[in-house]
C-alpha cells in the first residue's frame, strides 16, 4: 500500500524574506476499479481504504446492493518502475447471480456536473435506481448536536492537520456519536469510504444517521447519500441546486452552512429540533 503523504521542498516566501522547508503534502495516485476483471473505473484517490472505496463506490451506483453481493475483493499485480506492487489496481469479484453493469456506471446517471448530465435524467434516475427510500425515516437531531459535528469531524481528520489538503466525511448517530470518519484527496472518495465501511459492516442502509462532509453538498454526494440511505447529510460549506432538488425529492434533510450555531436547512426540516 502507498504512502498518505510525501515530502516536498518548498520556498517559503513571507512579507519578510523567504527560506527553503520540507513540506507535507497528501499522495495523489490512481485507483483503477474493475468488476469481473473488467474496468469501469479510474479515480484518484488518496490510498488507504482502498477496498471501502471500491464497495462504496458500487454500492453507491447501484450495482451491488449488500455485502452478500460481492465475492472478494482483490489486488491487481501491477508493478511500478522499480518492480513494486503499485496497488493501483482492484478487482471486485461479484457473488454468483448479481449481474455486472453493463454499461460503464461513470457514464450513466452517476456522473458529475462537470460531466454535462442533464439534470432532470440524472434525479429520474436516483429515484428510479434507488433501493432505500430516506424519506421514511424517523430520525430527528438537536441542531446543538449537529453544531458541534464540524468540530468533532476536524479533530478525528489526522492527516488533514499534516497536510491541509484533505477533504473528511463522517458518519454519525443522532446524538452525536462518530461511527466512522474518512479522508480523502476526492470529496467523492471520502463518502465512497464511509459507505464502502457501513457495507462492510452490513449496516446498509443507514437508517438514524447524519453523514457530514467538509466542503459543499453536490448533487453527487446526495445521491450517494441517497443510495446508502441516509436521511441527513451535512455540509460545512453551500449546496448546490441540483443536490437540493434531489434531497426533496428523496425525502433527505439537507444541512448546508454548518459553522458554529449556524445553519441553512434546505428540506425536511422537521427533523432538526431547535
Same mark, same amino acid.
Given at each position: 500500500?502507498?504512502?498518505? #503523504?510525501?515530502?516536498r ?9 523567504? #527560506? ?8 495523489e ?35 451491488v ?11 491487481c ?16 469479484t461479484?457473488?454468483?447471480?448479481v449481474?455486472p ?10 456522473? #458529475? $456536473? ?15 435506481v434507488?433501493?432505500h427510500a ?13 453544531a ?20 473528511g ?8 456519536q ?26 446498509i ?34 449546496? $448546490?441546486s ?33
Amino acid at each position: 500500500m502507498g504512502r498518505v #503523504t510525501s515530502r516536498r521542498r518548498a520556498r517559503h516566501v513571507t512579507a519578510t524574506g523567504a #527560506t527553503a522547508r520540507p513540506e507535507t503534502l497528501v499522495v495523489e495516485e490512481p485507483l483503477e476499479i474493475r468488476v469481473d476483471g473488467r474496468s469501469v473505473t479510474v479515480t484518484m484517490r488518496t490510498p488507504g481504504s482502498d477496498v471501502e472505496l471500491a464497495q462504496g463506490f458500487l454500492l453507491t451506483e447501484g450495482v451491488v446492493a449488500d455485502r452478500d453481493d460481492i465475492a472478494s475483493v482483490r489486488y491487481c499485480r501491477g508493478a511500478d518502475e522499480d518492480g513494486v506492487n503499485s496497488y493501483n489496481v482492484l478487482d471486485v469479484t461479484l457473488a454468483p447471480g448479481v449481474a455486472p453493469p453493463d454499461v460503464d456506471p461513470t457514464r450513466n446517471f452517476y456522473t #458529475t $456536473s462537470s460531466c454535462g448530465v442533464c439534470g432532470k435524467a440524472s434525479l429520474d434516475a436516483v429515484r428510479l435506481v434507488s433501493k432505500h427510500a430516506p424519506g421514511d425515516d424517523p430520525m430527528t437531531v438537536d441542531a446543538a448536536v449537529l453544531a458541534d459535528l464540524p468540530a468533532e469531524l476536524r479533530r478525528r481528520q489526522k492527516v488533514f492537520a499534516t497536510t491541509g489538503g484533505l477533504h473528511g466525511a463522517g458518519l454519525f448517530d443522532a446524538a452525536g456519536q462518530a461511527l466512522v470518519v474518512r479522508e480523502d484527496i476526492g470529496r467523492h472518495n471520502a463518502v465512497d469510504k464511509v459507505i464502502g465501511w457501513a457495507l462492510e459492516q452490513h449496516r446498509i442502509p443507514l437508517g438514524g444517521t447524519v453523514l457530514l462532509v467538509s466542503g459543499r453538498a453536490s448533487f453527487e454526494l446526495t445521491q450517494k447519500a441517497v443510495m446508502a440511505g441516509i436521511p441527513m447529510l451535512a455540509a460545512v460549506s453551500a449546496p $448546490s441546486s441540483l443536490a437540493v432538488d434531489l434531497a426533496a425529492q428523496s425525502g433527505l434533510t439537507l444541512v448546508a452552512f454548518l459553522r458554529g450555531e449556524s445553519m441553512n436547512v434546505y428540506t425536511r426540516p422537521d427533523r432538526v429540533l431547535n
